[in-house]
């Protein structure tokens, strides 16, 4: 079994943006990711586990392979014993894949589940609903650093072509196939800690910005908010209702007037019906006075009722600030399907 631990770089600055998004100290933050022999929980194993943590106000890397399948049960008690000392566990998409088989290889092997007294936190599930703001086609995590990083490249080859390359490190083991199989785990979890000023993108669409000043000209409404959290990269987005640029800690949304209406939306679009002959959305629960001629199903696109926007929505920072945190989730999901 080989069981490295190295210091690879200064703490990052990004990682500092941990503390804006959780409770926990860095050094209780352990970036985690494996390797596999595949998909398979029951017919393959575990060959790497890699962790990136904090010690001495900069980063190490820790890493256990497994020589062949036999020593699986060796690093996954290596990692077991070295994770008791943190609280919070970072990952990407790690509570479909990573987590759910490593426990499911810990059981096999007769040992307890490693992560029942962590906290976890997928940065992948996090940005999922930012898709569309963020304007990828895919959300794999080199995608996320293409985007916040320009003309990144990566030095090793992908988790599908490692698996090969173990495979063929098994029945010949040599460094310079180790070399690339560790270095390709450094590359993700690298990648993973840069991804966490990220996390700003999710904070703004969950509503954590304040709106500053309204401003109406003629079918037109302006609002200039302040976000809480600084993004990494500037976002847009166009749809029917409105248009959103956001830059750094400063955001504009503006919203388009129909005869001096807003539309209001609404998530649950399968509880109602859209009246074509109205431009509107009626709940179930109010649609029976309404003959079915006149109704269909509503869509994400039809859910909606209008309302004037008057001087007193205008006036209203909060009001607008309500109304914005209501549909910014909306427009972008319309934004994403019709993209």
């Known amino acids: 079994m080989l069981n490295i631990e190295k210091k690879i770089f200064p703490k990052p600055q ?17 970036f985690f990711d494996i390797e596999t022999t595949g998909l398979s929980r029951e017919r393959c194993h575990i060959y790497l586990i890699g962790c990136l943590f904090v010690k001495d106000d900069a980063m190490y890397l820790r890493q256990w392979m497994a020589e062949g399948a036999w020593e699986e049960e060796k690093i996954l008690k290596g990692f077991l014993e070295f994770s008791k000392s943190f609280s919070l566990l970072i990952h990407y ?6 987590i759910p ?8 092997h007769g040992l307890f589940p490693a992560f029942s007294d962590m906290e976890a936190l997928d940065i992948y599930q996090k940005l999922c609903p930012c898709k569309g703001l963020l304007g990828l086609s895919h959300m794999r995590q080199p995608d996320i650093e293409q985007f916040l990083f320009d003309n990144k490249k990566r030095m090793h080859c992908d988790g599908g072509a490692c698996i090969s390359l173990y495979k063929k490190y098994c029945h010949h083991p040599t ?7 560790l270095g390709h785990n450094e590359e993700d979890l690298r ?7 990220a996390l700003s993108y999710p904070a703004l669409l969950n509503g954590e910005f304040k709106t500053e000043q309204v401003q109406r000209e003629q079918e037109q409404v302006c609002c200039f908010c302040s976000l809480k959290h600084a993004l990494p990269r500037p976002v847009s987005f166009v749809c029917e209702d409105s248009s959103l640029t956001a830059k750094d800690v400063h955001m504009k949304i503006e919203l388009r007037l129909h005869n001096g209406q807003l539309r209001q939306r609404y998530p649950d679009y399968k509880q109602y019906f ?5 431009d509107t959305a009626v709940h179930r629960a109010l649609i029976s006075c309404v003959d079915a001629s006149l109704r269909i199903p509503a869509s994400r696109e039809t859910c909606y009722t209008w309302f004037p926007c008057n001087e007193d929505f205008v006036k209203s920072p909060k009001k607008a600030e309500e109304y914005l945190r209501k549909n910014l989730p909306l427009w972008l999901t319309i934004f994403r399907s019709l993209s």
């Open 175 to 181: 460094r310079e196939i180790s070399m690339t199989l």
């Open 101 to 108: 088989f490593t426990e499911h290889r810990l059981l096999k």
């Open 191 to 197: 990648g993973l800690a840069e991804l966490t000023p």
């Open 274 to 278: 859209y009246l074509p002959s109205e």
């Open 14 to 30: 990004t990682l500092s943006s941990i503390q804006e998004f959780c409770t926990h100290r860095p050094e209780k933050v352990l």
């Open 93 to 98: 998409n790690g509570k479909k894949f990573d």
